[in-house]
């Protein structure tokens, strides 16, 4: 039996950015392993991609091209076999007919992190749809106001590297999940307490992260921005703010200080369903501690004040003057560390852009001109968007064509009426950054194309030339060349991974700063305010009601990367309710329970949850029709409202009532 070795890396959507080796045995993967390479990944890696062999050769695989049947139902995977050319030729000729007809506007790319790489997203992809003029999308599933909280305080200023957390002496971990969405931070925290650092956790459930807490502060969701100006409030009131630094690194502090003012410990405590005392603990730890950093995670924007909270956690380094040390400022992101520059020339087409979170309303209410032409690639929008069922009208349209390119049948390919199939990153060559873990990687294909499996660049490059919008050479080595410079090429060529030249431990505020015009941070302003419809720091009110009290929160868990490998797991997945919630419901841990508001409902069994904060529900985000019993999700219940920056999706303002039925 002939054994290889060989080296790759995951794209998939985590920070973590992990260097792999892939087994190989007669042609097919028997194992994933992490390796050293990339030395965050030291040598594990998550049980998803440890099991990704299955996903390969799932039953779920699609290995030919299918069309749907005449007569055949959107929904019910009703398709025949076909070639590649004639999917091609359907798709070409639908492509001509509408753009004729009422313009490339009529056409919408729908894609999103299914593969974060620089070949398989943003590159021949976004040149053909940008050049035929189709409709663009905002990308507010995940991160968008975080992303651009962050922006306007520090730029596209480099986060604190994964393994310098070590050096901090207290580390909050807010909105975020390390054990489930990033778990090679996991040894770093373990290993900073194990040198005596203290370890806070914000968040709603009692978390594995929140368990080893020297402090737990379970908010109520969408409450984080009363939090963060409560801290700011009292570091300002108290003297324990870092006005010296202020007045050299920043813009717009008295501003910020002055809309914090409004929040007291006893306001803030109130609102987000703290002990006041809790507040002041983490106020006195957080200025006490001589190198602080905060971990700032995604969870805490899923709301209507995702991106006011973001950056109000993100002034407090500054505003207690926390930086300059390593170890100390904040996490987010580092994915702008590498820089990697355009695969194909764009131009901005004028096209209208909607926000993919309100996809429902794009594919049901637009009219000047409707959508007739859906393209769905890395993504699964059934699973993933909010109000679902909107959603699902749109897919049922006698009158839109769509067109899947996906590995697996998920839920939305159901609907297509033409499915192409796609390579995995282990079947094409890839190129990707990290997010979380500072590193650009290369990773050629491990094993052949399973079935007639094809990748987006070739797809979408073949498109191009048959319509006539893409002429320049689309072939790997001319892609990688335009991408990276001399020196990230050499790196790659010769250990298949690059590191920034200035290093991949940046300390804020030593060696890197603030990339914003005048390398200062950025607290508030007018250029900020314009960023949001009511002005950035304003809190906005519960969306809870009498009919629908309860906060039903989806966070990502340890068996799916969004609503990737879902078709591995079939079983029924319960909603979590707190006892207390529970029992005055009449509800039963394993009771049948039917959660439902205005926009629709799922069945599924309830399981009593005492991690969780009462007042919270949790089903968890990417599941598949497969795990409830209605065949929805918690997307059915999610409205389509954008938080208060960068048109982020509200999932945590989902509000419920859950009967046993």
Request: glycine content about 8%; aromatic content about 6%; overall charge negative.
């Given at each position: 039996?002939?054994?290889?070795?060989?080296d790759?890396?995951?794209?998939?959507?985590?920070?973590?950015?992990?260097?792999?080796?892939?087994?190989?045995?007669?042609?097919?993967?028997?194992?994933?392993?992490?390796?050293?390479?990339?030395?965050v990944?030291?040598?594990?890696?998550?049980?998803?991609?440890?099991?990704?062999?299955?996903?390969?050769?799932?039953?779920?695989?699609?290995?030919?091209?299918?069309?749907?049947?005449?007569?055949?139902?959107?929904?019910?995977?009703?398709?025949?076999?076909?070639?590649?050319?004639?999917?091609?030729?359907?798709?070409?000729?639908?492509?001509?007919?509408?753009?004729?007809?009422h313009?490339?506007?009529?056409?919408?790319?729908?894609?999103?992190?299914?593969?974060?790489?620089?070949?398989?997203?943003?590159?021949?992809?976004?040149?053909?749809?940008?050049?035929?003029?189709?409709?663009?999308i905002?990308?507010?599933?995940?991160?968008?106001?975080?992303?651009?909280?962050?922006?306007?305080?520090y730029?596209?200023?480099?986060?604190?590297?994964?393994?310098?957390?070590?050096?901090?002496?207290?580390?909050?971990?807010?909105?975020?999940?390390?054990?489930?969405?990033?778990i090679?931070?996991?040894?770093?925290l373990?290993?900073?307490?194990?040198?005596?650092?203290?370890?806070?956790?914000?968040?709603?459930?009692?978390?594995?992260?929140?368990k080893?807490?020297?402090?737990?502060?379970?908010?109520?969701?969408?409450?984080?921005?009363?939090?963060?100006?409560?801290?700011?409030?009292?570091?300002?009131?108290?003297?324990?703010?870092?006005?010296a630094?202020?007045?050299?690194?920043?813009?717009?502090?008295?501003?910020?200080?002055?809309?914090?003012?409004?929040?007291s410990?006893?306001?803030?405590?109130?609102?987000?369903?703290?002990?006041?005392?809790?507040?002041?603990?983490?106020?006195?730890?957080?200025a006490?501690?001589?190198?602080?950093?905060?971990?700032?995670?995604?969870?805490l924007?899923?709301?209507?004040?995702?991106?006011?909270?973001?950056?109000?956690?993100?002034?407090?380094?500054?505003?207690?003057?926390?930086?300059?040390?390593?170890?100390?400022?904040?996490?987010?992101?580092?994915?702008?560390?590498?820089?990697?520059?355009?695969?194909?020339?764009?131009?901005?087409?004028?096209?209208?852009?909607?926000?993919?979170?309100?996809?429902?309303?794009?594919?049901?209410?637009?009219?000047?001109?409707?959508?007739?032409?859906?393209?769905?690639?890395?993504?699964?929008?059934?699973?993933?968007?909010?109000?679902?069922?909107?959603?699902?009208?749109?897919?049922?349209?006698?009158?839109?064509?769509?067109?899947?390119?996906?590995?697996?049948?998920?839920?939305?390919?159901?609907?297509?009426?033409?499915?192409?199939?796609?390579?995995?990153?282990?079947?094409?060559?890839?190129?990707?950054?990290?997010?979380?873990?500072?590193?650009?990687?290369?990773?050629?294909?491990?094993?052949?194309?399973?079935?007639?499996?094809?990748?987006?660049?070739?797809?979408?490059?073949?498109?191009?030339?048959?319509?006539?919008?893409?002429?320049?050479?689309?072939?790997?080595?001319?892609?990688?060349?335009?991408?990276?410079?001399?020196?990230?090429?050499?790196?790659?060529?010769?250990?298949?991974?690059?590191?920034?030249?200035?290093?991949?431990?940046?300390?804020?505020?030593?060696?890197?700063?603030?990339?914003?015009?005048?390398?200062?941070?950025?607290?508030?302003?007018?250029?900020?305010?314009?960023?949001?419809?009511?002005?950035?720091?304003?809190?906005?009110?519960?969306?809870?009601?009498?009919?629908?009290?309860?906060?039903?929160?989806?966070?990502?868990?340890?068996?799916?990367?969004?609503?990737?490998?879902?078709e591995?797991?079939?079983?029924?997945?319960?909603?979590?309710?707190?006892?207390?919630?529970?029992?005055?419901?009449?509800?039963?841990?394993?009771?049948?329970?039917?959660?439902?508001?205005?926009?629709?409902?799922?069945?599924?069994?309830?399981?009593?949850?005492?991690?969780?904060?009462?007042?919270?529900?949790?089903?968890?985000?990417?599941?598949?029709?497969?795990?409830?019993?209605s065949?929805?999700?918690?997307?059915?219940?999610?409205?389509?409202?954008?938080?208060?920056?960068?048109?982020?999706?509200?999932?945590?303002?989902?509000?419920?009532?859950?009967?046993?039925?």
């Amino acid at each position: 039996m002939k054994k290889t070795i060989l080296d790759s890396a995951c794209p998939m959507d985590c920070p973590d950015h992990c260097s792999l080796t892939v087994e190989i045995q007669d042609g097919r993967v028997a194992r994933l392993g992490g390796s050293r390479r990339n030395p965050v990944t030291a040598g594990f890696i998550c049980s998803k991609i440890r099991h990704f062999a299955d996903h390969l050769l799932a039953p779920e695989r699609i290995r030919t091209p299918l069309v749907r049947i005449d007569g055949g139902k959107k929904g019910e995977a009703a398709f025949r076999e076909t070639s590649w050319e004639e999917a091609l030729d359907l798709v070409e000729a639908r492509m001509r007919a509408v753009i004729e007809r009422h313009g490339g506007e009529a056409i919408l790319p729908f894609h999103y992190g299914g593969s974060n790489g620089l070949l398989s997203e943003g590159a021949a992809d976004r040149a053909l749809f940008d050049r035929l003029g189709a409709t663009r999308i905002h990308d507010t599933l995940c991160a968008a106001p975080t992303t651009t909280a962050m922006r306007a305080l520090y730029g596209k200023m480099p986060s604190v590297a994964y393994d310098d957390f070590v050096h901090a002496d207290l580390i909050v971990v807010w909105g975020a999940n390390p054990h489930a969405s990033h778990i090679h931070l996991v040894p770093y925290l373990k290993e900073a307490q194990r040198r005596g650092a203290r370890l806070i956790v914000v968040d709603p459930r009692r978390t594995k992260a929140a368990k080893a807490a020297d402090l737990h502060l379970a908010v109520r969701p969408g409450t984080d921005l009363a939090l963060a100006l409560a801290v700011a409030r009292e570091l300002f009131e108290s003297g324990r703010a870092d006005r010296a630094f202020l007045e050299e690194w920043s813009v717009g502090a008295e501003e910020f200080e002055r809309r914090a003012s409004m929040w007291s410990i006893e306001r803030a405590a109130s609102e987000c369903g703290l002990d006041p005392g809790d507040i002041a603990r983490f106020i006195d730890a957080y200025a006490e501690a001589e190198t602080a950093l905060i971990r700032c995670g995604w969870g805490l924007e899923r709301n209507r004040n995702g991106g006011s909270a973001a950056a109000a956690i993100l002034a407090l380094p500054a505003v207690a003057g926390k930086f300059g040390r390593r170890g100390g400022g904040y996490a987010l992101s580092s994915s702008s560390a590498t820089a990697v520059r355009h695969r194909f020339a764009v131009e901005d087409s004028g096209a209208r852009t909607i926000n993919m979170n309100r996809l429902g309303r794009a594919l049901v209410e637009f009219d000047a001109p409707p959508i007739e032409l859906l393209f769905v690639y890395n993504a699964n929008p059934l699973a993933t968007v909010t109000r679902q069922e909107a959603v699902r009208r749109g897919l049922e349209r006698d009158d839109l064509f769509t067109v899947v390119h996906e590995q697996v049948m998920t839920d939305t390919a159901r609907y297509a009426d033409v499915v192409l199939p796609a390579t995995t990153f282990l079947e094409h060559h890839e190129l990707s950054v990290g997010y979380g873990s500072i590193s650009l990687q290369y990773a050629p294909p491990a094993i052949a194309p399973v079935g007639e499996a094809r990748p987006n660049y070739e797809l979408f490059a073949e498109l191009g030339r048959r319509i006539g919008v893409i002429e320049e050479d689309a072939s790997v080595p001319a892609m990688v060349e335009r991408a990276l410079d001399a020196d990230q090429i050499r790196a790659i060529n010769a250990d298949s991974i690059a590191f920034p030249t200035d290093g991949a431990h940046p300390v804020q505020f030593l060696d890197t700063f603030p990339r914003t015009s005048d390398r200062k941070v950025h607290l508030a302003g007018p250029d900020i305010d314009a960023l949001t419809p009511d002005g950035l720091y304003r809190f906005r009110d519960d969306p809870a009601t009498e009919a629908y009290p309860l906060a039903m929160i989806s966070p990502a868990t340890q068996r799916t990367i969004s609503s990737s490998l879902g078709e591995l797991h079939r079983e029924l997945v319960p909603v979590g309710i707190h006892p207390e919630d529970a029992h005055v419901r009449g509800i039963e841990d394993g009771t049948p329970v039917r959660i439902h508001n205005e926009l629709g409902e799922v069945r599924t069994l309830a399981r009593l949850d005492p991690d969780l904060r009462p007042g919270v529900v949790f089903l968890p985000k990417g599941l598949w029709s497969h795990n409830t019993q209605s065949g929805t999700t918690a997307n059915s219940l999610c409205p389509d409202d954008e938080a208060d920056l960068g048109l982020g999706a509200c999932f945590n303002d989902a509000r419920v009532e859950v009967e046993a039925c």
